[in-house]
């Protein structure tokens, strides 16, 4: 976790790492928030941090997890206990 100069800490998670619970979901909604930001997740893939835009909960159970960049914009699926799997990944022009 990194404090930053404005005391908000980052952490940074590679997306291979990631399994989702219940705790992870609660830090990917507060990070989307734009009221809550003394902590926030980024979520790094193939290089490129991404902040988390939206976090959904699907009728079949499963989350679907929505990261914008500068340059990209990315959508992630999965499950409670499982490993997220990168849906869409698109270039924003």
Request: charged share 25%; glycine share 6%.
């Amino acid at each position: 976790m990194t404090k930053r100069p404005n005391k908000m800490c980052a952490e940074t998670i590679d997306i291979d790492n990631i399994v989702l619970t219940e705790d992870l979901i609660r830090k990917l909604r507060a990070s989307k928030s734009m009221f809550n930001k003394s902590t926030y997740v980024q979520i790094l893939c193939g290089g490129v941090r991404y902040n988390v835009e939206g976090v959904d909960h699907l009728k079949n159970g499963k989350y679907r997890i929505t990261l914008i960049s500068p340059q990209f914009y990315a959508t992630l699926s999965g499950a409670l206990g499982q490993s997220v799997k990168l849906v869409k990944l698109a270039a924003i022009s």
